[in-house]
């Protein structure tokens, strides 16, 4: 298990404020509310479910798409998904995206967040960007780790959760507020770099007509496996690290004790001594 | 694989001050490598930040590593990745724990990619099975489902912990272990960012959700910014944290650093007061793990009662200053 050999042929370079290529990785994500588990299986139920832009990936679009609107350039979308995730591409490209990449093989299915960004490194290698934008992490599994395992393979310095992104006067630098437990930090790097985007950073734009209209017009090119020159021992469920063992439902509370309609002195009274009785006060 | 061994744990510092965390996952790592027969190997990385490598021997570990240097004054990704990665390489520890928190979760995935390793965020169990390997166990999906995790091939086994799952033992000064300190050369190119200012948004004196025992988070029943004082007076009252739910924390009413739920803290609280939340399943990812739950809610059917141990349909206005009235009497019988 040696060490992944950083990228050597990147052709990711400054390119000055004049025009700035940017790409956004998103993922498509069922809707959380309507997600079921399958029974005694290891994977869950979300056929059917409503699919969705993951919402940090929609604070990323519009980072990208406003940073372009500024400075001119071109933002250009990317997804590893099944062939469903075009929606989610079509909607992205609505909102201001340029064109698109999709990422499609049914060889990608199963993928951890490892396997997930050795496929768009493979795919960004070929590219050239200022600076790519993700979102923090994703609604449905919440790791959080394709971002920095993504700039870790492309040897890009990172900045994660971003809420506030600005490109220094000399075009070649981004300064940007990183949130941290107590606050923010003002972080500074220069570009090319990996950024993921968090909640603050702006108000994502919904779609018009227009650009509902012309997204069905812009690039979309669809990549598979052979083509990025993936085997399938890197990709998918194969080239996973980290493996499913088991989902299960959460152990529910139970509702307990529900006053209604008892005065509020008297409520007041039995809920303290609940308290009290528990030792939690 | 055999070759690996040690349980570690990335005990973070914050402004050279250790995060509670540390002793968190220090206490867990301690039962997990009695089970394997390892040793536990505490990592401090940090500038000014050895003093505290006593501490973490007393909390369980055989061996503190002290990487402290004037370059680790302030995090950034690549000087923090670079020891790391550096130290797990040379050492091959068997499993390898860090605190979910913002650094953690920027570093692991930065160090699991450098060294291709498999990869948990944010868990909230972990435990052996038959085989010895670490079943990692998390949320998913808004915390809809549970998911237990591992990884098979790749050592160590490598996860970012929720900060408050695992009470942190009584320190046992009695304890000795090794200090080791190790030098790890980062160049000026090293680093590719710069970090130009630290801002605390956090009210000056005001607790944090992410570490108080008992919060008191209000949610829109609350109606106006002036009437929290309601349950800041309770929570003042408890020693308490004043958290709120996300529409309440997006008009301003209190500062993001306070906000509970799937956009804000999670948080593993003795004691949840929800007062006038609705309990929106975003909400309740972020606290359900209370040990205790209480809500108040004029809606009998609000979804919030589904999770509470006690709770009180009623207004907030006329049950709150009851509550607060009845606490002030018992403490002052105690």
Redo the contacts between chains.
Sequence with gaps: ????SPAGQRTGSPRGVSFMKIIVPIKQV?E??E?R?KEAADT?NTDGVPRIINPFDLFAVEAAIQLKEEKGGEVIIMTMGPPQANDAILKALAMGGDRAIHLTDPAFEGA???ST?VVLAEQIRKMEYDLIICGRQS???????????L???LDL?????VRHLEIAGDGKHV?T?R????????????MP?LLTAT??LNEPRLPNIMGIMKAKKKPLETIDAATLGLDATQIGREG???????????EK?K????????E??E???Q??E???K?G?? | MSEHKGVWVYCET?ESRLRRVALELDTKARDLADKLSEEVVAVLIGNDIERHAEGLIYQGADKVLVVDDEVFT?YT??AY?KAMASLI?ERKPSIFLLGA???G??L???V???????????CTGLELNDKKHL?QTR?????????????????PQMTTVRPNVFKPAEPDNSRTGDIEHVKIQIGPDDI???????????VEGMI?V?EAE?VVCSGRGIKEPENLKLPEELAKL?DAAVGGSRPIVDLGWLP??QQVG??GRTILP??YFALGISGA?QHLAGC?GA????AINKD?DAPI???????????LF??L???I???KR?QSER
């Design positions: 298990m040696g060490l992944m069922p959380a509310v997600v588990i869950l951890d967040s490892w960004a609604m449905d599994w919440d790791l959080g780790q394709v971002g920095a395992e700039a870790e393979l310095p990172q900045i994660t959760g300064i507020h949130v941290t437990e107590d606050g923010y930090e003002v972080v500074k790097a220069k770099i909640k603050g996973a690290l980290s493996k499913i063992v088991r989902v299960f439902p959460p509370r509702g307990g004790i529900k006053l209604e309609d008892v509020p002195k409520a007041a009274k809920l303290v609940f308290l009290a528990k939690a006060i | 914050d302030n990704t690549d990745s390489e928190t913002t650094n979760r920027d692991a995935p930065r699991a990619a450098k060294l291709k390793l498999g990869l948990t965020a944010d079943v949320p998913a999906f808004s915390g809809k489902v549970m998911v237990e995790l591992v990884s098979p091939e790749t050592r590719r960012t710069e970090v130009l200012e630290r801002v605390k948004e956090a944090s992410d008992i408890l993001p650093t799937q956009s003795n004691l399943i359900a040990d205790t739950f209480v009998p009662f589904e999770n509470a141990d006690f709770g009180i349909v009623g207004d006329e049950v200053p009851e509550i009235a009845e606490i018992v």
